[in-house]
C-alpha cells in the first residue's frame, strides 16, 4: 500500500508535469516545485477526491497571510501529507 | 442574451440547490456585430461566448450555494468540446452541475443543447470569495431578479 506522500507525489506529478523522481518529502510545492496556486487547485481537486477530505486551503492561506503559520507547514510534502493523514483521521472519527 | 453587455442568460429554469443542479436558458440573438466578423456570411456563435455562457451558468450555481455571500470567478476550463455549430436566433438549454466543492474553489461541468442536441460542454474551476465590493454584489443581485433567481432557493437550501 503506497504512502500518503506517494499518493500525494503522484498526484502532483500527473497534475504538474513534473518528474516524479523530483519529487521528494522535502519539497516544497511553490519554491522548489513552482506549483502556483492555479495549479495547486487542481492538485487539492485531486487530493480532496483520493482521500475524501476537504483540504482547508483558505484556512491555511489565511494563517500563512496572518503570519500565525509559514509556508513550510502546509507545502512541504511530508506536511502536507502529515496534514492529510489528520484530515482523514478525523473524518474516521 | 445580451452579448454587448456580456449578459449570456436570460432565465433560470430551475435551480435545486440540494442536487447541486441549474437549468437555464439563453437566446442567441439574430444579429450582432460579432457575427460580422465570425464569420462573414456564416455566422457562428463563438466558442468562447459559449464557454462564456456555460461559466455564467455555473456561476449562478455556486451564488446559490455560497448563499450570495461569495463571487465565483472563472479560473481554468478543461475538456470544452464544441461538437457542433451554434447559429444566430437558436434558443440554447445550458445544464451545469457541481463535481467538486473544494475550500474556496468549486468545480463544475455543463452542457449546452439545442432541441435537446449536445452542442458542446465543458469542465469549468473557479475560485470563489467574498464580494469584493457593494457594487458587484449589488449588480448582481440586480441581475439575479432579471433572470428570475429563485430566493426561496437559497432559503431553504
Same mark, same amino acid.
Given at each position: 500500500?503506497?504512502? #500518503?506522500?506517494?499518493?500525494?507525489? #503522484?498526484?502532483?506529478?500527473?497534475?504538474?508535469?513534473?518528474?516524479?523522481?523530483?519529487?521528494?518529502?522535502?519539497?516544497?510545492?511553490?519554491?522548489?516545485?513552482?506549483?502556483?496556486?492555479?495549479?495547486?487547485?487542481?492538485?487539492?481537486?485531486?487530493?480532496?477526491?483520493?482521500?475524501?477530505?476537504?483540504?482547508?486551503?483558505?484556512?491555511?492561506?489565511?494563517?500563512?497571510?496572518?503570519?500565525?503559520? #509559514? #509556508?513550510?507547514?502546509?507545502?512541504?510534502?511530508?506536511?502536507?501529507?502529515?496534514?492529510?493523514?489528520?484530515?482523514?483521521?478525523?473524518?474516521?472519527? | 442574451?445580451?452579448?454587448?453587455?456580456?449578459?449570456?442568460?436570460?432565465?433560470?429554469?430551475?435551480?435545486?440547490?440540494?442536487?447541486?443542479?441549474?437549468?437555464?436558458?439563453?437566446?442567441?440573438?439574430?444579429?450582432?456585430?460579432?457575427?460580422?466578423?465570425?464569420?462573414?456570411?456564416?455566422?457562428?456563435?463563438?466558442?468562447?461566448?459559449? !464557454?462564456?455562457?456555460?461559466?455564467?451558468? =455555473?456561476?449562478?450555481?455556486?451564488?446559490?450555494?455560497?448563499?450570495?455571500?461569495?463571487?465565483?470567478?472563472?479560473? =481554468?476550463?478543461?475538456?470544452?468540446?464544441?461538437?457542433?455549430?451554434? !447559429?444566430?436566433?437558436?434558443?440554447?438549454?445550458?445544464?451545469? =452541475?457541481?463535481?467538486?466543492?473544494?475550500?474556496?474553489?468549486?468545480?463544475?461541468?455543463?452542457?449546452?443543447?439545442?432541441?435537446?442536441?449536445?452542442?458542446?460542454?465543458?469542465?469549468?474551476?473557479?475560485?470563489?470569495?467574498?464580494?469584493?465590493?457593494?457594487?458587484?454584489?449589488?449588480?448582481?443581485?440586480?441581475?439575479?431578479?432579471?433572470?428570475?433567481?429563485?430566493?426561496?432557493?437559497?432559503?431553504?437550501?
Amino acid at each position: 500500500m503506497s504512502t #500518503t506522500f506517494d499518493q500525494v507525489a #503522484t498526484i502532483i506529478a500527473e497534475t504538474c508535469d513534473i518528474p516524479r523522481d523530483t519529487i521528494t518529502p522535502e519539497s516544497h510545492a511553490i519554491d522548489d516545485l513552482g506549483i502556483d496556486s492555479l495549479d495547486f487547485l487542481d492538485i487539492a481537486f485531486a487530493i480532496d477526491k483520493a482521500f475524501g477530505i476537504k483540504l482547508p486551503l483558505e484556512k491555511w492561506t489565511q494563517e500563512v497571510n496572518d503570519g500565525k503559520a #509559514t #509556508t513550510e507547514q502546509y507545502f512541504v510534502l511530508k506536511n502536507l501529507s502529515a496534514r492529510i493523514d489528520e484530515l482523514v483521521a478525523a473524518k474516521g472519527a | 442574451m445580451r452579448l454587448e453587455y456580456f449578459q449570456m442568460i436570460d432565465r433560470i429554469t430551475d435551480l435545486d440547490v440540494g442536487q447541486r443542479t441549474i437549468a437555464v436558458e439563453a437566446q442567441v440573438p439574430l444579429t450582432s456585430t460579432i457575427f460580422e466578423g465570425h464569420f462573414p456570411g456564416y455566422p457562428l456563435m463563438p466558442g468562447v461566448l459559449l !464557454t462564456e455562457a456555460m461559466a455564467q451558468t =455555473s456561476g449562478w450555481l455556486l451564488i446559490a450555494l455560497l448563499k450570495f455571500e461569495r463571487m465565483p470567478f472563472l479560473a =481554468s476550463v478543461k475538456e470544452a468540446k464544441m461538437r457542433d455549430f451554434v !447559429t444566430p436566433g437558436e434558443l440554447l438549454t445550458i445544464d451545469a =452541475s457541481v463535481v467538486h466543492d473544494g475550500s474556496g474553489f468549486a468545480v463544475t461541468e455543463a452542457k449546452v443543447r439545442v432541441d435537446g442536441k449536445l452542442k458542446c460542454n465543458a469542465t469549468l474551476t473557479f475560485r470563489h470569495t467574498p464580494f469584493p465590493n457593494a457594487d458587484l454584489r449589488g449588480h448582481m443581485e440586480a441581475m439575479a431578479k432579471i433572470i428570475g433567481f429563485p430566493q426561496q432557493a437559497i432559503a431553504h437550501g
